[in-house]
């Protein structure tokens, strides 16, 4: 599966942005979605993640309420709506695909990884 991540970029804080993943795989409607980020020195952490039909979600606390995971089935896609950004968002975001049902936190559990896209939130 080979996934391509989009729609990062520079904002000001308080701001939105939308970011998109677009899986080359037929099966994508089989893979449970994660989005992470890992900002500049440090590790990185999950953002959010959505099981394979879309009805189950997962947060990191630091995004609960403000950003928001969604799937499109018939456009291979996986979106992360990003609002009331802070500085501290800012970092390179990545999708990845991962075979395990159960929406794992863990980013050794994900198999596919796309290459980044940086969002720059400025205060």
């Known amino acids: 599966v080979q996934l391509q991540a989009s729609g990062g970029g520079l904002v000001q804080a308080g701001g939105s942005l939308r970011l998109s993943c677009v899986a080359s795989?037929?099966?994508?409607?089989?893979?449970?979605m994660g989005w992470f980020r890992q900002p500049p020195g440090k590790e990185r952490e999950l953002v959010a993640a959505?099981?394979?039909?879309?009805?189950?979600?997962s947060y990191g606390d630091s995004v609960k309420g403000r950003f928001t995971i969604s799937r499109d089935d018939t456009k291979n896609t996986a979106s992360l709506q990003m609002n009331s950004l802070k500085s501290e968002d800012t970092a390179v975001y990545y999708c990845?695909?991962?075979?395990?049902?159960?929406?794992?936190?863990?980013?050794?559990?994900?198999?596919?990884w796309g290459q980044g896209t940086l969002v720059t939130v400025s205060s």
């Open positions: 990845a695909a991962s075979s395990i049902v159960a929406l794992p936190t863990s980013s050794r559990l994900y198999r596919y």
């Open positions: 795989a037929r099966t994508f409607s089989t893979y449970t």
């Open positions: 959505i099981s394979k039909s879309g009805g189950s979600t």
